[in-house]
């Protein structure tokens, strides 16, 4: 029981109740890569430090003048970190002043130290080297660029796994429509129809249902209300069971209210959701080895149960939500969930215990807490898997079929996908990027349509990139505008953020942003 | 980026004051060049650019520890000093040219005359009342000529929210596009739990701190005679904390923690940097797209959330044709006259596309000036509290009469009328 928070719990508090304090030592024990201490990279690791990260460094090898009449030069590396550094003195800055392309010569396991990399305003060669290092090291990989009014995102990471994935509309998990034991008997307990007023009125929706239930199985052969019209029959018959007065007119059941409401989500069957019978599908779940993360051990440890012991049902949430009743009798319910969940959870701590010691480890080496947290989770597992720079690029395995499907729109966010390539093919063979300077624009259009018309070529691509477009990224002159280096900055932070504590999901794996409808898309490419 | 681009250049803070040559080159791509996108009325011009300078800014707040998570303008060290002060001295310090003027007020505080000087008003409000008193306060600015909108008097309102990972950006034009007031279903209500829940039946940890919060401080007084609860007072929390878990320890009640009671008492919404950051860009796009008239501002509604991967969603919100801040149309008021006046006050309350948070009901009887309920000067509700429960009849109020409402909501009163039904 604290009485004085400490002044990090105090600074920290608006995030711990985002991600948790373990979410926050995952954070404070990241070390992040940042190449290019640009605008827009300065902002991604604004936002990086502000929450604590643990450490980042900074590499960059360009140099910045001083104003005019000086002639002094530092490298913008050293000058980033140390402003960033004053943003938290929890943070520990560091930089190296060297281009990426110099340490992919020399030090290629450089990049192997960090929990996360990310690429700022890359040409592309430097983009693919460094993906197939990191690709190959384990080491996940975020590219992003702001190009004048646009924003771009690629996460490159073989496999993500979330435990935690906070959905935002979750189903509650009731068991209304197959009971466990402990629940019957719970159900049993209580008598609607020789309770007092009081008792009847505070009596938890779920309770009400439940017992609403059973009269329609002995009306219906035992079948759930299937559609609407049985719903609605089950609804009423929920209706008329609330008490009237002496004449006649319906109390004021607030609860009976609340069980009619819910009626069409409490009957839902209980079943395992798709994703996660993927993930109990996946060949990671099936083949468990000592180097097998937690995770997987975990997975194929709540399959056992749900094959065995859950009869195809996962674990107990065991939470239910806030509801009408007297606190006795919510209590009381809460607990029947709450202790069938323990008691669900512990018998997959078993099957993982069994696991471990089948593959030589101890099986302390997953904790109970990461059990019972895997357990609660069960139904919002998700595993995001990002396909390689290469696997984008290759001609054999690029993906066509999006790209051409959203290209029917010729103003999809698609587009700027496609452009983004074309000046990069500019770069290649003029070594600058179109439309720097003022003279350059108009002859660099019809330069930009080559490159453009030979990608599309190149890729057999049967795709009209309008005019409108080349023009248009000709006049960025690949301008790096603040406003939209912040925007990228603040979306690149928070995935950074996700992909350290595994909470929350991140995006898969191309993202667009434009800054001048103020949309945005998401391709898997 | 290619070798040979102009030099990026960072000031070193060594008090040299003076230009320098590329600053301003990724933003003069747009103004200098014409394009497809651009806003039809868009000319380019080589004129020099100068960037935002006269900036003024206004909050009533200090600088709390929790806000350095996010508050990038704030250091430890400026803990307790003005938000607006520090952040101006900040800005003013590090951008060369700047010049922001600090105002530590509350909005309200400010009249026509100071909001009128400006080209473009932006907010990043905490509550809705406060934004619909800026709205209306803009709303109250514009000019009408034989019934047409002189558009020189149109100040655009930019508003951005947060709330955890999810944020919003709008663009309101007063008097043309949507404005608050016309969308106000769109901010879901403050959930307050029920009194008897809290009194007699609690069920969740929140619960057991709100009735320490509601019932059992203005009991206990544990601080001394009229000493309110202060949230940031953790001596004030410690003692609401020991009580909740009392009270939950009688329920069999888990889950009472220090975090949670202050979060409770507070009312803290989460927040991070990186979704201020998203919608701080996002509204910083449009004041320059509207400043330059280089693009088409946003039209006018942006939702964002990156819970699961990133999403937004764009749209235009529609203007209300009634709406009660900007439609100019009277608000028709109907009840029995046998009702009682307490019945037009709930309304006006629970309305949803008028949610007032405590309404001052005036009227003109026998050609003078009546104030029927007022609740924000004690003396008055309570001279006043008796006219509630008699009917509108019984107050004199004909068919047709002109009921003048003020509330925090707006900074100009409302006219309603009346129209009796049978």
């Known amino acids: ?37 640009t605008a827009t990279g300065t902002e991604i690791l604004k936002n990086l430090v502000l929450p604590g990260i643990g450490a980042f460094t900074i590499v960059d090898g360009h140099k910045v003048h001083w104003p005019a009449n000086h002639c002094l030069v530092f490298n913008r590396a050293q000058a ?142 035992s079948q759930l209300p299937k559609n609407y019209k049985e719903k609605e029959a089950f609804r009423q018959l929920i209706r008329e069971g609330i008490l009237t007065n002496e004449n006649g007119k319906p109390e004021d059941e607030e609860n009976f209210e609340e069980a009619i409401k819910n009626v069409n ?48 049902k996962l674990p107990v949430r065991g939470t239910i939500p806030d509801m009408i009743a007297d606190s006795d009798k919510f209590i009381k319910l809460q607990n029947v969930y709450r202790d069938k969940a323990m008691k669900d959870a512990a018998v997959v701590s078993k099957h993982v215990e069994a696991l471990l010691q ?16 895997f357990c609660k989770n069960a139904a919002f597992l998700r595993v995001v898997h990002c396909r390689s720079l290469a696997e984008e690029y290759s001609m054999d395995t690029f993906n066509k079929d999006e790209i051409t499907s959203c290209m029917d729109s010729t103003d999809s966010e698609m587009v700027l996908y496609l452009m983004l390539h074309s000046v990069d093919r500019f770069y290649q063979q003029h070594s600058r990027y179109p439309g720097v300077y003022n003279y350059q624009v108009e002859e660099d259009i019809n330069n930009l ?68 409808s103020q949309t945005s898309a998401t391709f898997q490419l | 980026m290619a070798e040979g681009e102009e030099p990026m250049v960072v000031d070193g803070g060594n008090g040299d004051r003076s230009d320098w040559q590329g600053r301003w080159d990724h933003v003069n791509k747009f103004l200098e060049r014409a394009g497809p996108f651009t806003h039809p009325d868009f000319e380019p011009s080589t004129e020099a650019l100068s960037g935002f300078r006269h900036i003024h800014v206004v909050d009533m707040d200090t600088i709390d520890i929790s806000n350095l998570n996010r508050q990038f303008l704030f250091r430890p060290k400026d803990v307790g000093r003005p938000k607006a002060e520090v952040a101006a001295d900040f800005v003013n310090d590090r951008v060369l040219g700047c010049n922001v003027v600090p105002h530590f007020k509350k909005i309200q505080d400010l009249d026509e005359t100071f909001y009128k000087q400006f080209h473009i008003v932006v907010c990043g409000l905490d509550s809705v009342v406060a934004r619909r008193w800026m709205n209306g306060m803009l709303l109250s600015l514009l000019i009408y000529e034989d019934g047409v909108l002189d558009p020189s008097s149109i100040i655009p309102l930019i508003d951005g929210g947060t709330e955890g990972f999810k944020g919003n950006a709008r663009v309101i034009l007063p008097g043309m596009t949507a404005c608050i007031d016309c969308t106000l279903e769109l901010y879901p209500p403050q959930i307050n739990f029920p009194m008897c829940t809290i009194a007699s039946m609690p069920r969740l940890p929140e619960h057991c701190v709100e009735y320490v919060r509601m019932l059992l401080w203005p009991k206990e007084k544990p601080f001394g005679d009229g000493v309110a609860l202060d949230g940031d007072n953790p001596k004030h929390i410690q003692w609401v904390y ?73 749209f235009e919100a529609e203007r209300k044709e009634n709406c009660s801040a900007c439609s100019q149309m009277p608000q028709d008021l109907q009840f029995l006259p046998s009702a009682k006046l307490q019945e037009v006050l709930d309304y006006l309350t629970e309305n949803a596309s008028l949610q007032m948070k405590s309404p001052a009901i005036t009227t003109t009887l026998d050609g003078k000036n009546k104030t029927l309920y007022l609740q924000t000067v004690a003396s008055i509700e309570e001279r006043t509290r008796p006219n509630l429960s008699k009917t509108l009849k019984e107050l004199g109020l004909v068919d047709g009469q002109e009921l003048a409402v003020a509330d925090v909501t707006t900074p100009q009163t409302v006219l309603f009328k009346l129209n009796f039904i049978s």
């Open chain 1, 1 to 37: 029981m604290t009485d004085h928070k400490t002044s990090k719990e105090q600074k920290y508090d608006r995030q711990l109740r985002l991600w948790g304090d373990h979410g926050q030592e995952a954070l404070e024990n990241a070390h992040v890569c940042l190449i290019n201490a």
């Open chain 1, 80 to 221: 980033a970190t140390e402003l960033l550094q004053e943003l938290n003195s929890d943070v520990s800055g560091n930089f190296v002043e060297e281009s990426p392309d110099k340490l992919l010569d020399n030090d290629p396991e450089f990049f192997h130290r960090f929990s996360l990399v990310i690429g700022v305003q890359l040409p592309e060669s430097t983009c693919l080297r460094l993906g197939s290092v990191l690709w190959d090291a384990g080491v996940t990989f975020l590219v992003c660029r702001t190009y004048g009014l646009i924003g771009y995102m690629r996460l490159i990471v073989k496999e993500h796994t979330v435990i935690e994935s906070h959905p935002d509309n979750a189903l509650e998990d009731l068991r209304l429509d197959q009971p466990f034991t402990e629940l019957k008997h719970h159900i049993e307990s209580y008598d609607l129809d020789s309770m007092a007023k009081k008792d009847h009125s505070h009596t938890p929706w779920i309770i009400v249902v439940a017992k609403y239930l059973e009269k329609w199985y002995s009306e219906h052969n």
């Open chain 1, 265 to 312: 989500t409490a009957l839902n069957p209980t079943k395992v959701p798709s994703a996660t019978e993927d993930i109990f599908n996946a060949e990671q779940c099936e083949n468990i080895t000592s180097q097998s993360p937690s995770f997987w051990v975990m997975a194929q440890g709540v399959r056992d149960f749900v094959r065995n012991e859950g009869n195809g």
């Open chain 1, 358 to 373: 089948s593959v030589g480890k101890p099986p302390e080496s997953i904790s109970e807490q990461k059990i019972k947290l």
């Open chain 1, 449 to 516: 349509k080559l490159c453009v018309n030979s990608l599309l070529q190149e890729y057999s691509l049967n795709v009209n990139v309008k005019d409108d477009y080349i023009h248009e990224f000709c006049r960025y002159g690949a301008a790096e505008p603040h406003t939209v280096a912040a925007f990228l900055g603040g979306s690149a932070a928070q995935e950074a953020i996700k992909i350290i504590t595994h909470q929350f999901v991140p995006f898969n794996n191309t993202f667009l942003y434009n800054a001048m």
């Open chain 2, 242 to 314: 020991q009580k909740s878990l009392d009270r939950a320890a009688e329920f069999s009640i888990t889950g009472v923690t220090y975090r949670l009671t202050q979060g409770v008492v507070k009312r803290i919404i989460p927040a991070v940097a990186s979704t201020n950051a998203v919608i701080a860009a996002a509204c910083a796009t449009e004041v320059f797209k509207i400043a330059t008239s280089a693009y088409v501002p946003l039209n006018n509604y942006l939702v964002f959330n990156d819970v699961d991967g990133l999403y937004t969603y764009t």
